[in-house]
């Protein structure tokens, strides 16, 4: 907490301002579970520096009982509550997809646009 002392408002304020444009996709919607009580007040600050629409999509949370608010927990995998599938499970899943779609991903990048 000493260190982030060290910045003004503006600083912060800037340091938000490139993280939101150097994220090459727009964002729907970002959640945080389990934050720490001074990361919670450091996202506070950091909320009334940006724009009101990316306020509406940041979302934080103490607990993943309060996450159910937004997400429904029966879509989180198992070891968060959920039904679906154990993490590692849902990761062999992801990977199994990307390399059954890796030469159309490998078109996408290449684009020229």
Known sequence: MDYIGLFSLMDLRKYLKCIVNAIPCRQKKAIFVNLPSYAVTLTDMAKSLICAKLKERAHFYKDIKKLNS???????PKEYGGEQL???EMMT???????????NLEKIDHQQI
């Open 70 to 76: 937004h997400v429904p927990l029966k879509i989180l």
């Open 86 to 88: 154990l993490i590692k």
């Open 93 to 103: 899943s992801f990977l199994r997809t990307v390399e059954d779609n890796k030469k």
